[in-house]
């Protein structure tokens, strides 16, 4: 926080101590709505819900949205049937639909119970929609208009219900059954005639998306677009909501946390960090913990069953963690451009073949390059540039044989590695699975088995073991 907005907090702070409710309410009008969140988040309970009530009940709702779940639930509990009933018609549907997604049923049931019969209605049907859909992130609060207004029409009705609506910057043109027919910025409005028609100046060719649509989608069609706002049609292609560029951004920051969070082989978490408990933790990381234990048993196995080269050529083990690191490195780079693609829908289930071949491509130059750097590191640090190695039970060892065995196996495992990495996320897309949960460690599990494969064939071809 600034300096300026840590006094303006600490001044809310003492009015609050000293009860002077007047000049609390009215340096709190000064904040915007998150920051007012953020101070209310840091007072003591006891002194939350007071503060809450001071606020104007306009203000209420705006600081109420950007409150975390838990806060909210503890102040639902402490109002009054009448202040939840006024806050929820001050607050847009979207907020009061995540507000209500986030509360036990006992709340829930509460604030229903105050609501209004539309605004009940509205919430129920939001609460209908998929979970990650356009729906489920929509807000009904849009300005609607028809072709048959005049400009001068259209501004005036926009002054008359536009504070209550989520964005003026943009109208939209509909029929008498709701069907989306056009739109028409702020900046055309105010640039027309009074008497130019809407339907003469609005813009027919309106990107949209349907309720069921998926939310990262949307999201993404937002930011393709630089759009402010994404209207949203039912299947009958009749405007019911429209998803904002803040809505969108939310959805992106989750999307894109869910995806990490899965690229680290761990199941998503809702909660921020630090209100996430031990045990639920440990419940997101454990399942995949055993599974890549499981599959990582693979590898012990493969070593196992070359135990007898292994003995032969005890120095092969030295290279085995810079083999396979280097092949689960590979893999992981590709995997990670591979996902990164299909979710900015940069890559195609129709592209597939055209990026096996890319990648193909660029896993021969990055094999023979690190082959070629392979080769001087094991010859000049690990032989000291020498031939052969004489061992104490007598056997001449072939340093140069020893050292493209690895040489070969670095270049092989890259390029399986590639494919891999390639494949697997597709394939997941294809499935209609997450690709995100083909990522690294799944990715540089099969990788690390079948480096291991290649090496051991690789030393038994051209040592005779």
């Known amino acids: 926080m600034s300096e300026n907005l840590n006094l303006i907090i600490d001044t809310l702070t003492e009015l609050l101590e000293n009860k002077k409710y007047a000049e609390f309410m009215q340096e709190i009008d000064k904040l915007n709505p998150i920051d007012a969140a953020d101070f209310l988040s840091l007072l003591p309970e006891n002194k939350i819900s007071l503060a809450f009530r001071l606020l104007k009940k306009d203000i209420a709702a705006e600081i109420f949205a950007e409150l975390d779940s838990d806060l909210q639930e503890m102040i639902i509990t402490r109002l009054s049937d009448k202040e939840i009933k006024d806050m929820l018609e001050e607050l847009y549907i979207d907020d009061a639909v995540d507000m209500l997604e986030e509360m036990p049923a006992n709340a829930v049931k509460r604030v229903m119970r105050n609501a209004t019969p539309e605004t009940r209605e509205e919430i129920n049907r939001f609460l209908s929609y998929p979970e990650k859909s356009a729906g489920s992130v929509m807000t009904s609060e849009y300005i609607d208009l028809h072709k048959s207004m005049t400009c001068e029409q259209a501004v005036a009705r926009i002054r008359r219900i536009g504070l209550d609506k989520e964005t003026v910057y943009v109208a939209y043109v509909t029929d008498e059954k709701r069907i989306l027919q056009g739109v028409v910025a702020l900046k055309q409005l105010l640039f027309a005639k009074p008497e130019d028609l809407i339907g003469d100046i609005m813009d027919t060719n309106v990107v949209y998306a349907h309720t069921h649509d998926d939310r990262e989608t949307v999201a993404n069609m937002i930011s393709r677009y630089d759009m402010i706002a994404l209207p949203i049609v039912d299947k009958e292609e009749r405007l019911v909501g429209l998803v904002t560029v803040d809505d969108a951004l939310d959805v992106l920051e989750t999307e894109a ?209």
């Not at 998503?268 to 454990?286: A, D, F, G, M, N």
Request: glycine share 8%.
């Open 257 to 465: 946390t869910e995806d990490i969070e899965k690229m680290a082989a761990m199941l998503p978490s809702e909660k921020p960090y630090l209100k996430t408990s031990v045990w639920e933790v440990w419940k997101q990381r454990v399942p995949w913990l055993i599974l890549l234990m499981i599959t990582a048993t693979f590898t012990g196995a493969i070593i196992t069953h070359y135990e007898a080269a292994i003995g032969t050529y005890a120095i092969l083990t030295a290279f085995l963690p810079m083999l396979m690191n280097t092949g689960g490195n590979a893999g992981g780079q590709t995997s990670v451009t591979v996902i990164r693609g299909l979710s900015l829908d940069e890559i195609a289930m129709g592209d597939v073949l055209r990026v096996l071949w890319k990648e193909l491509r660029v896993g021969v130059l990055c094999g023979v390059t690190l082959s070629a750097a392979t080769f001087l590191k094991v010859m000049a640090l690990d032989f000291r540039f020498q031939a052969t190695t004489v061992l104490e039970n007598g056997t001449v060892q072939n340093n140069l044989l020893i050292a493209a065995v690895i040489c070969a196996t670095v270049f092989g495992a890259i390029i399986f590695a590639k494919l891999v990495g390639t494949l697997l996320p597709i394939g997941a897309k294809r499935i209609g699975l997450d690709p995100a949960v083909m990522a690294s460690p799944f990715i540089t599990t099969i990788v690390d088995a079948v480096t291991l494969i290649i090496y051991f064939a690789v030393a038994s071809t051209l040592l005779g073991i």
